[in-house]
C-alpha cells in the first residue's frame, strides 16, 4: 500500500489556513498556492539520490554533491494544478511539464478528459501530479492511469487538501502511488466538496465563478 504523507510545517499550516479564509483575494491565494508547492516539494526531493563530483573553491579541490540525473516531470491536472507549477520549478527547473485537462461532471461528478500532452519519456522519469484539491479522487485517479497507459513508472501525487473519501479512492486503485498532502479535512459533503476545505481552487486562483 501507497505511503501517505500529510507535512505537518508550520510555514505551510499557517499559509495554509490563510488560503483557507474566505475573505483572502485571487491573488494572495495564487502567491500561497506557489510558494506552499514550493515547500511541499522542498521536503517530498529530499531522499533523491546523489552523487560525488570533484570541483575547485577559490581555496582549493574537493568533493561535492549534486543530485545523480534524476528525470524528473511534474504533470498539473488542469486548471487548478497550474497553480502549483511554479513554485515547484523554482526548485526543480529541469523538469518537464506535461498538462492533462479534466473536469467533473456536474451531474455524474466523473472526471471527463479535454486535454492531454506530456513528455515523451514518462518511463525515465518521475512524475510529480499536482492538484491542489484531492476530494472524491476521481479526476487524480483517471490522471494517473492516463500516465501509466503512456509508459509512466513512477508516480507520486501532490494535493494541498485532501479527504478519507479521496485517500482511500487512490489507494484503492493505484496502490504503488505515494500521496503527498498539506491536510487531510474531515468529509465530503453532498455536493463532493471536501469540508472544511478551501472552496473551488481553480476559481480562487484564477478569479473565476
Request: aromatic share 6%.
Amino acid at each position: 500500500m501507497s505511503k501517505v504523507v500529510i507535512f505537518d510545517h508550520p510555514l505551510i499550516q499557517h499559509k495554509l489556513t490563510m488560503m483557507r479564509d474566505k475573505n483572502t483575494g485571487s491573488l494572495t491565494f495564487r502567491e500561497l498556492v506557489k510558494e506552499v508547492g514550493t515547500l511541499m516539494v522542498y521536503e517530498i526531493t529530499r531522499d533523491l539520490p546523489l552523487e560525488d563530483i570533484e570541483i575547485e573553491t577559490p581555496v582549493t579541490k574537493m568533493t561535492g554533491k549534486v543530485i545523480a540525473g534524476k528525470k524528473l516531470a511534474i504533470v498539473p491536472i488542469l486548471r487548478a494544478g497550474l497553480g502549483m507549477v511554479e513554485g515547484i520549478l523554482e526548485l526543480i527547473p529541469a523538469a518537464k511539464v506535461g498538462h492533462i485537462g479534466l473536469y467533473r461532471d456536474p451531474v455524474t461528478h466523473k472526471p471527463v478528459e479535454y486535454f492531454c500532452k506530456l513528455p515523451q519519456d514518462l518511463a525515465d522519469r518521475d512524475i510529480f501530479v499536482v492538484d491542489p484539491m484531492l476530494a472524491t479522487g476521481g479526476s487524480a485517479e483517471a490522471a494517473i492511469t492516463m500516465l501509466k497507459d503512456k509508459g509512466a513508472k513512477k508516480i507520486i501525487l501532490i494535493c494541498l487538501v485532501g479527504c478519507p473519501e479521496g485517500v482511500a479512492f487512490i489507494q484503492k486503485h493505484h496502490p504503488d502511488v505515494d500521496i503527498y498532502l498539506a491536510a487531510c479535512d474531515e468529509k465530503l459533503d453532498e455536493n463532493c466538496y471536501i469540508v472544511p476545505g478551501l472552496g473551488d481552487a481553480g476559481d480562487r486562483i484564477f478569479g473565476t465563478k
